[in-house]
């Protein structure tokens, strides 16, 4: 957890950015005003565990973990190529997956895996 001034400070410096990026998707002010206080709770809260690359992930992250991810799921299979000589195996591996659209949360899940005759 992030100390009580230097989360102030920080508040300061970006709160009118977080409320406008809240507004901007809820289009509602005293829920956006209600949702920016959120999220600087949360970052206070786990502030050593967020890493920022400058593209306002971290912002729509907490925005999507406080109101729920837009989430698109399905599976996919992936073959690994293993082209050997002696005994050619292959591995086929299915997978399923939950991928949010507003930000960068991905699960993915291995349903099943098995050597097959490929190459």
Known sequence: M??????????????DDVYSFCLSRLKIEETADDVTREVFL??????????????????CNILCDLLGHKLE???TVQIVHNA??????CL???????????????K????????ISCC
């Open 2 to 15: 992030i100390g009580y001034e230097r989360a102030i400070e920080i508040a300061d410096l970006y709160y």
């Open 42 to 59: 949360f970052f206070q809260e786990h502030y050593e565990e967020l890493t920022d690359d400058g593209s306002g992930a971290v912002a």
């Open 84 to 89: 050997r000589t002696t005994a050619p195996k």
């Open 92 to 106: 086929e591996k299915m997978d399923s997956y939950e991928i949010c659209s507003r930000c960068d949360y991905s």
């Open 108 to 115: 993915y899940t291995l349903i099943s895996s098995k050597y």
């Open 73 to 75: 799921t399905g599976t």
